[in-house]
């Protein structure tokens, strides 16, 4: 039987993983730009129904996945090796701030197209914040990763519990998008990012070192 002990790491892990590639916290100032001069109760819709939609399609990837790969005659230590390099190739942006710059451009695009049309809101819930936001290429890989080395059921229902509390994150960072923008400079936040952009690289490191060693049994 798994003990507490050891979900812990696993728990941490995937946590830290989908904090990263998910990164919460910068999605306080990307709503913020995307939804200004729009009223509350729209603002509000958008981030209940974004994170309904994500919500949905991390547990469509995560329990449909395991089929998907076997649908398309991909094993499981080819997707380790194609996961772990996609991660890698996000960690690396993330050191060198180009992650933030193409959300950053994104988001000042959405506001743009509300400020050439003054009273249309748009529904953005599921483009750009559910996808690819929250719920882009990172985290759907993290997410079949994460499932498929960890078949038993309290595993998974742990690895679940570390992408809910990235979630929770998703929809306070919407609803309190005003104050977090504020409070959370541009040199933390800068900080915050290179740091876990190396602790991403070394988590695409080691799927990828797990999935060669299986792929050409090393073990």
Known sequence: MTTPAELLPLFLAAFVTFFVVIDPPAMAPLFATMTNGMSAGWRRRMAFKSIAIATAILLAFAFGGAWLLAYLHVTLDAFRIAGGALLFLIGVDMLFEKRAERRDERAEAVAAE??????????????????????????????????????????????????????????????????????????????????????????????????????????
């Not at 003054?118 to 079949?144: K, Q, R, Y």
């Open 114 to 219: 509300h400020k050439a049309h003054p009273g249309v809101e748009d529904d953005i819930s599921v483009f750009p914040l559910a996808i690819p936001l929250i719920t882009g290429p990172g985290a759907i890989a993290s997410i079949m990763l994460f499932f498929t080395d960890n078949p038993d059921p309290m595993s998974r229902a742990v690895i679940l519990a570390g992408v809910g509390a990235n979630i929770a994150l998703c929809l306070g960072a919407f609803l309190l998008a005003g104050p977090i923008s504020r409070l959370v400079g541009a040199t933390f936040a800068a900080v915050v990012t290179r740091i876990f952009g190396i602790l991403l690289c070394a988590l695409a490191a080691q799927f990828v070192v797990d999935g060669i060693i299986g792929a050409f049994g090393l073990e």
